[in-house]
């Protein structure tokens, strides 16, 4: 089968380009797809990062320390880039404005205002692909959740509880690194951390809240600085943001929680539907299962609990009946980012990365959380502007 080469440039050296570049090493694990990332050059400030790449990427032909020097390399058709949030704006503008298709880190920007500037770059350059890293939803628990909702099965919606926690931060004695300062990772905290996760299904299907009541936590305030002393954390641990959400029919509550001290939980996403004909679960704190519970006036009511096969959006060489992980959902998100700049519209699948105009969504949720947390109330929010 010919294949379509997309060659790809990461900018940010660190943890998840090098996932990246081991999700592009596996492309053979994927069978039946026409096309395949190779990438041909890297940029990372610090050398020792990018040395990484050298090492272990033998398709890079090119190491930068100027991302813009990276950007002028007609070699790349596509950027990954993963930097702290306070670089979104000037980094991302800068790539679609070089006409280079992008998949960036959330959040899309340190704040709302940085968001927009992105946004209108998008708006400027509408034959250039921008896509949010969101990887959790393409393991096969949550895209059986999908396909469901996409079905109606849920009869009228009662409530959805969606999050993101994990446990990293318990440990009063882990050094302050970006993501506890607001210069670097914004005042959104957790939420602009984490929270993209939390809102992809959601956003995907069209559940944005009309109202949001947040409650912000601080829990560790202060951390060792890496010198002998202490400096404060300004940046939010926790958060639970009770929402009212509205679709065409109806209004339900819905439940947004990001936590980055959660105790027990290394890295646990999940989603829950509760609906009158029926309910759904799933949890990557147990990635082989999924629960549901479909119901018929005066029936039973009891939740089945199955093992979630090894299904993915696209086709791989795994059995079944082995287990979906983290590594996997990273691949399969890659499958689909270069799916849609190989084929466009016709996409092997349907499912899409998350959107711009998703991560956008994610900003004025955000954006009205802070509000809500500063005054005490329940902040509406307006969907027209």
Not at 312 to 317: D, I, L, Q, R
Request: aromatic share 10%.
């Amino acid at each position: 089968m010919a294949r379509t080469i997309i060659r790809f440039g990461v900018i940010g050296c660190g943890l998840m380009g090098k996932e990246f570049a081991s999700a592009a090493a596996r492309w053979c694990h994927l069978t039946g797809v026409d096309f395949e990332p190779r990438i041909t050059a890297v940029c990372d400030a610090n050398e020792a990062a990018s040395q990484w790449f050298r090492d272990h990427v033998p398709s890079v032909e090119a190491v930068y320390t100027d991302y813009k020097s990276l950007l002028a390399d007609s070699a790349v058709d596509a950027i990954y880039c993963a930097v702290p949030h306070q670089l979104h704006a000037q980094i991302y503008v800068d790539i679609i404005e070089a006409g280079k298709h992008l998949l960036g880190e959330k959040p899309f920007g340190i704040d709302q205002a940085a968001n927009r500037l992105i946004q209108d770059a998008i708006d400027r350059h509408p034959e250039v692909i921008v896509r949010c890293s969101s990887e959790f939803p393409f393991f096969p628990g949550a895209q059986q959740i999908y396909r469901w909702v996409q079905e109606r099965k849920f009869g009228r919606i009662i409530e959805v509880e969606a999050g993101f926690w994990h446990s990293s931060d318990l440990d009063p004695t882990k050094p302050i690194n970006w993501k506890r300062r607001i210069a670097t990772n914004g005042e959104y905290g957790c939420m602009g951390d984490l929270g993209m996760h939390v809102l992809h299904l959601p956003m995907r299907f069209g559940w944005r809240p009309r109202s949001v009541r947040a409650l912000l936590s601080q829990i560790v305030p202060e951390r060792p600085d890496g010198q002998g002393g202490t400096v404060p954390c300004e940046t939010w641990d926790n958060a639970i943001l009770a929402c009212e959400a509205h679709t065409e029919d109806q209004q339900f509550p819905m439940l947004l929680s990001m936590k980055r001290i959660a105790p027990g939980h290394a890295n646990t996403w999940f989603i829950r539907i509760a609906g009158t004909a029926f309910s759904a679960e799933f949890t990557t704190k147990q990635p082989k299962q999924i629960a549901s519970l479909p119901y018929s006036p005066g029936g039973v009511q009891a939740w089945h609990v199955a093992d979630a096969p090894y299904k993915s959006a696209y086709g791989t060489v795994t059995g079944g009946i082995f287990e979906f992980g983290f590594p996997d959902s990273i691949l399969q998100m890659w499958a689909a980012f270069c799916d849609e700049l190989a084929h466009g519209d016709r996409m092997q699948q349907p499912f899409r990365c998350a959107t711009p105009q998703e991560a956008g969504s994610s900003h004025q949720i955000f954006t009205a959380a802070l509000e809500s947390n500063r005054t005490g109330r329940t902040i509406s929010i307006d969907w027209r502007s």
